[in-house]
T-cell receptor, first 110, second 120 residues
Framework: EDQVTQSPEALRLQEGESSSLNCSYT??????LFWYRQDPGKGPEFLFT???AGEEKEKERLKATLTKKESFLHITAPKPEDSATYLC???????????FGTGTRLLVSP | DAGVIQSPRHEVTEMGQEVTLRCKPI?????LFWYRQTMMRGLELLIY????????DSGMPEDRFSAKMPNASFSTLKIQPSEPRDSAVYFC??????????????????FGSGTRLTVV
């Protein structure tokens, strides 16, 4: 059974204090690993898809990386508007459904 | 495009009543997913459709839950009778499956804003 574990559950940063979120996964065959951002009262919003180990993608202050067992979401010099829950999910080659982790709640204080 | 549209945004109902949640996917998307989100269990897939046909309903918790997709632009999730433990946020998502720009086509979902269900 595919599994996704995210850590930490919650993270508080000062504005400008860089850090990383972790996503560990177990999947029989990885078609893709996805990162989403979710703001309170809203649905998850797509950020990145990573397909193979060694791949990296960037968007503004965010950079996602992928190994064979885990993915990291690096946040460089975060701002208060980066505060949200960040969700990781995997898509198995044999299936069509995304399996999500429980997320990391990020709070960036000014 | 207006995105995935869900209604209602909030629903408060009494235990035992029937609840119907509605979803309009993005035009042109051929897959639709119903998820439930709780603090304890996160996002759980309930059921998904390809080309209006239910493919996997193994996540539907009980027979009290049912879902339909009568056409490509509309789906419903029904709970009858509802119970307090059904209280959660229910999300609908859609995607374009099996097509795209090659083997690395983005299979990411587009989510709606969700329906917050409270059963008292």
């Amino acid at each position: 059974e595919d599994q996704v574990t995210q850590s930490p559950e919650a993270l508080r940063l000062q504005e400008g204090e860089s850090s990383s979120l972790n996503c560990s996964y177990t999947v029989s065959g990885l078609r893709g690993l996805f990162w989403y951002r979710q703001d309170p009262g809203k649905g998850p919003e797509f950020l990145f898809t990573l397909y193979s180990a060694g791949e990296e993608k960037e968007k503004e202050r965010l950079k996602a990386t992928l190994t064979k067992k885990e993915s990291f979401l690096h946040i460089t010099a975060p701002k208060p508007e980066d505060s949200a829950t960040y969700l990781c999910a995997v898509l198995n080659t044999g299936f069509q459904k995304l399996v999500f982790g429980t997320g990391t709640r990020l709070l960036v204080s000014p | 495009d207006a995105g995935v549209i869900q209604s209602p945004r909030h629903e408060v109902t009494e235990m035992g009543q029937e609840v119907t949640l509605r979803c309009k996917p993005i035009s042109g998307h051929n897959s639709l997913f119903w998820y439930r989100q709780t603090m304890m269990r996160g996002l759980e897939l309930l059921i998904y459709f390809n080309n209006n046909v239910p493919i996997d309903d193994s996540g539907m918790p009980e027979d009290r839950f049912s879902a339909k997709m009568p056409n490509a632009s509309f789906s419903t999730l029904k709970i009858q009778p509802s119970e307090p433990r059904d209280s959660a946020v229910y999300f609908c998502a859609s995607s374009l499956y099996g097509r795209g720009t090659g083997p690395r086509a983005n299979y990411g979902y587009t989510f709606g804003s969700g329906t917050r269900l409270t059963v008292v």
